[in-house]
């Protein structure tokens, strides 16, 4: 992996504390217990909430991988190794061209980093104007159309009337100014502002400030209202991009009969969850921790007997961004081709059965699925809830719609999901336990029977999409249901969509995927929690005033809030 590849003596002893939890030699491993230390691993402190590309989301990879290797399998990623990598990010740093200075009589630039810093989601290029200052975003009383504006940070404003960055930079963009600069007793970081929105704009110090104001008779402390400053500045912008990627996990069994094992049955779960959030850490033990323990438990059980058939088990990372690593391994697969996969089971939620119903998704996506899964469930003595569709927001869609028939297992919903309370003592061992018996019968008799015919099923299974719409970004259990769910794969202000639930509220509004919300109502909008917690206290029916960004620009629409399927 590329991802961060130095890690300290310190993380390299924490990583191989935790595989002694999983034995060396290779068994059934489909215990409770054994299915718990591996979902224990995965949400230890040092895993960080498995967010991907994250130092985390590594130590993650490489727990998988070894688990992997120590079962017996052999490597099904890049280059002989367990690890197909792909882009989940680009995240803004600087170029070497940017520069901010006075013009009309002598003076340096400010340096870049200490007085004055561009954003990451700033237009780049160069403009020249002169500097306005415009207070807390006061443009009714003062013409900043061609100007370069100068404002006062919101966090600085009465609370009544408080912007946000994006806010401020809407505001800057409608008033006709060619550039921003916020004043900030602390810059932010480039990544940190990195959400996009269609003006030159940066972050300057209140010295950075003064020294453009030096050679004009002004300073920050004789600016008492908005007005001209008679200061021409030059401001350019250069903004590189690093490119973040992360990996899937893959393991390859090959097939005991020399006649099947040109085909293959893939057997996968995502393994990365939602990282940090400030100092809220998401450890993801139901998701899907859970996941990725069953399917490694599957892994050791088949390494001691292989089925007629290959198995290729993937633990995908980009799950929570919009299902981007099996996006990107249906386009790009490394172990077997697309075309010699017979059928793909998911395991995402497994951890919370509980005595519930267990969703078991695509049943009508293969021939002899319903029948097949009905059989199985009442000989391992489990109550299921069978859907036909092969779709929904977890790995498996990008299978189906690549023509693969799919199964798709859940134990369903719960008010820890995507909570920094979706802990490992709250897992039903004993359940999980349950399911991956009830897994095993249905990969060892899909992996030896007839190869199953595709049919494509459309449609959401409504159990999966009421989970999904919550997301870290909202939709709590008791408030009002909007849709979407958050993509974590910046920390940017704002709060960016990773896919939109099909029929919800968040859909008839006309929200899409990547759309930056800004401010639902009265309430601004600076991170996943606060959409949460706005949610929690409307209620269905209710319509709001929505205001996001796309492509840079600004839209205002309303959004009439559901509910909870």
Known sequence: MTVRRSRSAVS??????????????????????????????????????????????????????????RAGLRSGGDGGTFFQEFPVARIPSL????GLEPTGWPSRVLEVGRAWTPHGGSVTGEVSGELVYVGHDDYGRVDARGRVALALSGASAPPASRASRLEQLIAARRAGARALLIIDDTLPSVAATAAPVAILSGSITRAGADALLAGSGHSLATLTKPAP???????????????????NVIGVLPGADPALAGEAL?????????????????????????????????????AASPPPRTLVFVLFSGEEMGLLGS??????????PLERMVAMVNFDMVGRLEGRHLLVGGVDTGSGFRALVEAAAKEAGLDVDVRAAGTGPSDHTRFHGAGVPVLF?????????????????????????RIAHLGRLLVTRIADGPRPVYARVPGTPRARSAERAGSRSGDGAAGAFLGVAGDSRAGWDGVRLGSIVPGSAAERAGLQAGDVLVR?????LQGFSELRALLERHRP?????????????????????????
């Open 409 to 433: 297992f859940h134990s369903g919903s719960h008010a820890d999901y995507h909570r920094p309370s979706d802990t490992a003592d709250r897992i039903d061992a004993a359940g999980m336990e």
């Open 541 to 565: 029916g209710e319509t709001l005033r929505l205001v996001y960004l796309r492509d840079g620009l600004d839209h205002a629409t309303s959004v009439t809030l559901g509910a909870r399927p």
């Open 327 to 336: 996006d990107y391994h249906v386009r790009h697969p490394s172990a077997v």
């Open 266 to 302: 893939v057997i996968g779960a995502h393994y990365d969850h939602l990282g940090r959030e400030g100092t809220d850490v998401y450890p993801g033990a139901d998701d899907n921790a859970s996941g990725t323990a069953l399917v490694l438990g599957l892994a050791r059980a088949f």
């Open 229 to 247: 400053t008679g200061v021409s500045v030059r401001l350019r912008l250069d903004l590189a991009a690093e490119e973040r990627r992360a990996a």
């Open 520 to 524: 639902l109502d009265e309430t601004t």
């Open 12 to 69: 390299a002893l924490l990583l191989a504390l935790l595989l002694t939890t999983i034995a060396a030699a290779p068994g059934s491993h489909l215990g409770a217990s054994d299915l718990l230390a591996d979902v224990s691993a995965l949400t230890a402190p040092e895993m960080e909430g498995r967010g991907s590309a994250t130092a985390g989301g590594e130590r993650a990879a490489r727990y998988i991988a070894d688990a992997l290797a």
């Open 95 to 98: 170029g070497s061209g940017n």
